[in-house]
């Protein structure tokens, strides 16, 4: 049987929880207060995702990078991939909310979107 | 006329802090950090030490290790962080960035460019403990040691501001010493998620329309009425270290309110009690509690009147009490 032990992120209380497992299941969670620290517990050591945000470089924008996120959580071991997949990505201004930067970031079926709109820019280009 | 106040708050610097060496490039605030990588498109160093555990500067320590740097530690002063427990685990133990509780900066190395920084454990007076030094060889240091309401012009027009929150002292309408003056978000006290300062915000906005759209008739009734208000002070005491708002005018409160504030501590299977009058209101079981986190009551104005009612006190201030009660 294994053991680990993770701080619950669900809300402020930040409780410890101790989760065990064996043959790739979990058996046992302890130290929670409510149903959402034994959920996040069994997700966070079967299938730890993280909602990835950075920025993507814009040609011929009013900046020169957009702030994007990938649309749901992507598995932990694949945020380094999918910020090495958008760093040599460069987008054509103009950009809206919500534009899909990239699908299928590093292979998880998950896009990337815009969180900001960048307008064309004929003066002051950024490169 | 009504003015909101909505200045928002702004990074304490370098100054501020007593760091002895030099002044090298490599120095930036979080929030400086932030908008060159977030907005500008520039990363300020490839090797980063962090002084200060607030949330920017967590938030900092991961965006700089995604795009690339190495962030070496996390230095707080404080036995405990700073930030939001969240932050802690998604921005520092994913990427194994080590939090280093009760440290500080010593020194700065480097002429021109940050060489590399000295961390010292501190003992609990907040003193460097010699022969505890540790040197980390980086190109820049982050400083995330704190925020500042932004109150130079609420002060000029007369605005009482809390020594602790720095920001306006206010009433349940969020309203100033000044009639008509409001203010809400980081300007009135440093708040953790931007969902409250929204929250404050509407609250602002809608009490500052009712304030303009009322005639004069019915402000000069008010006023009359004014009177005979029933007005709770409300004071922090063990443990709390100020509240939002600090006083409720009955009458104008709605029927619910929601009581704004951070302890001073961290505080583990510990009570938030609230006493009207030296009447029991309110007592919350809270099993962790710390600096922070922001923590909120929620008072029923159907309880108040109840206890006040109960009492069969008349006069016109009455104080409530907000404490933690440690088991």
């Known amino acids: 049987m294994e053991k680990r032990k993770l701080i619950c992120i669900c809300c402020p209380m930040g409780c410890r929880l101790q989760v065990s497992t064996e043959e790739g299941k979990v ?23 993280r909602i990835v945000t950075t920025t993507v470089r814009i040609v011929g924008g009013s900046e020169p990078v957009v702030s994007v996120k ?30 899909v930067i990239f699908p299928n970031i590093a292979g998880t079926g998950v896009d990337v979107l815009a969180t900001k709109n960048v307008q064309k820019c004929t003066k002051n280009v950024h490169k | 006329m009504a003015v909101i106040l909505a200045m928002g708050c702004r990074e304490r610097s370098r100054g501020a802090l007593n760091i002895p060496g030099y002044r090298p490039a490599g120095i930036y605030s979080a929030g400086t950090a932030q908008r060159l990588v977030n907005i500008e498109g520039y990363l300020p160093g490839r090797r980063v030490v962090i002084l200060g555990s607030g949330d920017i500067g967590l938030i900092m320590a991961r965006r700089m290790t995604l795009e690339g740097a190495q962030v070496q530690a996390v230095a707080e002063l404080m036995p405990y962080s700073g930030g939001l427990k969240r932050n802690i685990v998604q921005c520092l133990d994913d990427y194994g960035i080590p939090l280093k509780l009760s440290h500080t900066v010593v020194d700065i190395k480097g002429k021109e460019r940050v060489e590399g920084i000295m961390l010292a454990r501190v003992d609990e007076k907040s003193r460097p403990i010699p022969g505890t030094e540790e040197f ?43 009639e008509g003056v409001f203010a809400c978000g980081n300007v009135l006290h440093v708040h953790d998620l931007v969902d409250f300062v929204s929250e404050e915000a509407k609250a602002a906005g809608k009490n500052a329309a009712y304030y303009v759209k009322r005639s004069k008739y019915e402000a000069e009734g008010e006023e009359k ?23 409720l005018h ?36 809270r099993p962790v509690m710390a600096p922070g986190e922001m923590e909120q009551v929620k008072l029923k104005k159907k309880e108040l009147s109840a206890v006040l009612e109960k009492a069969g006190r008349t006069e016109a201030a009455h104080h409530l009490v907000i404490r933690v009660e440690e088991n």
């Open chain 2, 136 to 178: 980390y060889e980086c190109d820049t240091l982050l400083l995330s040691v704190g925020l500042i309401p932004e109150n130079e012009l609420s002060g000029q027009m007369g605005v009482i501001l809390n020594p602790v929150t720095s920001g306006p002292v206010v009433n349940e309408s969020l309203e100033t010493n000044l």
């Open chain 1, 70 to 99: 990938t649309a749901q959580g992507i598995p932990k071991e694949k945020i380094f991939a999918c910020v090495r997949e958008l760093e040599s990505v460069e987008i054509e201004a103009s950009v809206t909310i919500g534009d």
């Open chain 2, 225 to 247: 009425k004014a009177s005979r208000q029933t007005t709770i002070w409300i004071h922090p005491e063990y443990g709390v270290r100020y509240t939002v708002p600090s006083v």
């Open chain 1, 27 to 49: 058996v046992s969670v302890t130290g929670n207060t409510c149903p959402r620290g034994a959920a996040y517990a069994e997700k966070e050591v079967m299938n730890p995702t």
């Open chain 2, 250 to 285: 009955m009458q104008r409160m709605a029927e619910e309110q929601v009581i704004r504030f951070r302890v001073g501590n961290e505080y583990k299977n510990s009570v938030i009690r609230v006493e009207l009058d030296g009447n029991l209101v309110q007592g919350r079981k």
